[in-house]
């Protein structure tokens, strides 16, 4: 503030408006870096959205990238007897489900056993201290009453603290005298987890003994100790409920899975408006996008494109194509659903439908079994052949056989190789041929791919890239700002420095001046004076 004071007193000049317009001609290098500045944080928020709306499309891809996830399969059961409304069974289904018919006959329920003691005067009446043996299936324990417990509540306690499968419960049967009964019941159904009591301490009857449940599907008789039946039709679990007979009926769940369609569809189309967006440029103005012509995002788009166009290899039916089933790229790069066709292709053949969005592995030969693939393993046919004792793997049509990788009877194929990460088992090492071992990866499944590059911060893929590039970039810029910033600071000291010495020499030159001229003017005027 001591050298704004002078500013200008001496020479008559705005010093002050001098020294700013000379600093803001000076900042205009750290205007132009923040410009950069600005632009790439905006073209890093932009990379940061895309990662989200593409994490959030990969989700919806997940619903459908495996054959799994992608097949529904609906199931119901229609008593024989239509005016039946009692529910015999009840059934719940997994993608390995196949449609089909199957004929049920509920003959009884799995019980658990039910004992029951004599009556007591309350909870806390007196139990005879000693021991008696729970036996529970193959289990017993032995039940210790003493001091501390020799009550019928004590006498609950131990049954449920005895890790016996057997739970007591109390039960009052309104009697004037000894209303209170202990209710002892198996924890699980069946004949072999039946419940007994030895051991005069409390008198127990059997009011229920244990049973497996009777059924028969398809005229096959069985016999099982739950009524949660889970391994008698694949992929399906049966609930009984009650004896009865009907006809369980298992379709596949075409509106579950055309929802599926469909948000993959819309969520791929959003994405492709959102890309086009991101890459536009205004042909009036010549103003572009924040990543207009960036390589990361037009190879995505292409990438998307031509995964929903192309050609799925190694599927079992004749659809081969998207457009063959209903689903066509537009022109503008969206896809649309005809229903008709789609309908009429899942009616003719809903597992090549699957194959066309789904991953599925399937062989050949009884004697391999697809295991899994890795983000490596390429989708088609591979031959598999045993020399020398070691699996070989070649892709179909070729004759070059490369070692599998692995021991015992797990194998994986070759790194370097289209078979790499191709995981299979086989159960001879003998000499010769074993058949094809075919992976199909649909439409879904590369996307899923394709995604995961993106999105996995692990994997380094090109948008994590970008993300990491324009982050660091924002910081360098930040740098050289505070930089700038500095010398600016410096730059503008150093001129009011200057100013207020110019000012301080003009004063002192001023003074001359004054001094000079009083001594002129005395000179004169002593001239002036003798005349």
């Known amino acids: 503030m001591a050298q704004?004071?002078?500013?200008?007193?001496?020479?008559?000049?705005?010093?002050?408006?001098?020294?700013?317009?000379?600093?803001?001609?000076?900042?205009?290098?750290?205007?132009?870096?923040?410009?950069?500045?600005?632009?790439?944080e905006a073209k890093l928020l932009t990379f940061q959205d895309l990662k989200g709306r593409l994490q959030t499309f990969k989700?919806?891809?997940?619903?459908?990238?495996?054959?799994?996830?992608?097949?529904?399969?609906?199931?119901?059961?229609?008593?024989?007897?239509?005016?039946?409304?009692?529910?015999?069974?009840?059934?719940?289904?997994?993608?390995?489900?196949?449609?089909?018919?199957?004929?049920?006959?509920?003959?009884?329920?799995?019980?658990?056993?039910?004992?029951?003691?004599?009556?007591?005067?309350?909870?806390?009446?007196?139990?005879?201290?000693?021991?008696?043996?729970?036996?529970?299936g193959a289990a017993s324990a032995t039940i210790t009453i003493d001091s501390t417990n020799d009550t019928a509540d004590g006498l609950r306690l131990a049954i449920n603290n005895s890790g016996i499968n057997a739970q007591a419960t109390f039960l009052n049967d309104g009697s004037d005298t000894n209303p209170v009964r202990l209710v002892l019941s198996g924890t699980q159904t069946g004949t072999d987890n039946a419940v007994s009591v030895s051991g005069s301490l409390v008198t127990f009857t059997e009011t229920q003994a244990a049973q497996d449940a009777s059924l028969v599907l398809d005229g096959v008789a069985i016999t099982k100790s739950t009524n949660t039946v889970t391994d008698i039709i694949t992929g399906t679990i049966i609930t009984l409920e009650s004896a009865g007979s009907g006809t369980i009926t298992q379709s596949s769940d075409t509106d579950t899975i055309k929802g599926k369609i469909q948000a993959y569809v819309d969520g791929f189309n959003e994405l492709m408006v959102h890309l086009d967006d991101l890459l536009s440029l205004n042909t009036d103005t010549g103003e572009t996008s924040v990543?207009?012509?960036?390589?990361?995002?037009?190879?995505?788009?292409?990438?998307?494109?031509?995964?929903?166009?192309?050609?799925?290899?190694?599927?079992?039916?004749?659809?081969?194509?998207?457009?063959?089933?209903?689903?066509?790229?537009?022109?503008?790069?969206?896809?649309?659903?005809?229903?008709?066709?789609?309908?009429?292709?899942?009616?003719?053949?809903?597992?090549?439908?699957?194959?066309?969005?789904?991953?599925?592995?399937?062989?050949?030969?009884?004697?391999?079994?697809?295991?899994?693939?890795?983000?490596?393993?390429?989708?088609?046919?591979?031959?598999?052949?045993?020399?020398?004792?070691?699996?070989?793997?070649?892709?179909?049509?070729?004759?070059?056989?490369?070692?599998?990788?692995?021991?015992?009877?797990?194998?994986?194929g070759a790194d370097g190789t289209d078979a790499e990460g191709l995981n299979f088992r086989v159960s001879s090492l003998t000499d010769g041929d074993y058949g094809t071992i075919t992976l199909t990866l649909g439409v879904a499944a590369l996307t899923n791919r394709i995604l995961a590059n993106l999105t996995d911060s692990s994997l380094d893929g090109p948008l994590e890239a970008e993300i990491d590039t324009a982050t660091e970039t924002i910081a360098d810029y930040d740098e050289t700002i505070i930089d700038l910033e500095e010398r600016l600071v410096l730059f503008e000291e150093d001129l009011r420095e200057k100013f207020t010495n110019l000012e301080v020499l003009l004063g002192r030159l001023n003074s001359q001046r004054d001094a000079f001229d009083q001594s002129i003017d005395g000179i004169r005027a002593l001239f002036s004076g003798g005349g």
């Open 59 to 136: 989700s919806v891809v997940n619903t459908l990238n495996t054959e799994a996830k992608f097949l529904s399969t609906q199931s119901n059961f229609s008593n024989n007897n239509s005016s039946d409304t009692n529910s015999v069974a009840s059934l719940s289904t997994s993608s390995e489900a196949t449609s089909g018919t199957f004929s049920l006959t509920v003959n009884n329920l799995a019980n658990e056993t039910k004992l029951i003691s004599d009556g007591f005067s309350s909870t806390s009446g007196a139990v005879t201290q000693g021991t008696f043996t729970i036996v529970a």
């Open 4 to 40: 704004a004071a002078i500013f200008g007193i001496n020479s008559n000049l705005d010093t002050g408006g001098i020294i700013d317009n000379l600093v803001s001609l000076q900042r205009t290098p750290i205007n132009l870096v923040e410009a950069k500045r600005a632009l790439e």
């Open 291 to 412: 990543l207009f012509a960036n390589f990361a995002v037009q190879n995505l788009q292409q990438k998307l494109r031509e995964t929903a166009s192309q050609e799925i290899l190694g599927v079992s039916g004749d659809f081969q194509y998207l457009s063959q089933i209903g689903v066509r790229t537009l022109s503008d790069g969206t896809l649309s659903i005809d229903d008709g066709d789609l309908t009429d292709a899942m009616a003719e053949d809903i597992t090549n439908v699957s194959e066309l969005f789904s991953s599925s592995g399937s062989t050949s030969s009884s004697a391999v079994t697809f295991i899994g693939f890795t983000t490596e393993t390429a989708s088609g046919g591979y031959d598999i052949q045993v020399s020398g004792g070691v699996p070989q793997l070649a892709t179909s049509g070729s004759t070059t056989f490369v070692d599998a990788t692995g021991s015992g009877n797990f194998y994986a």
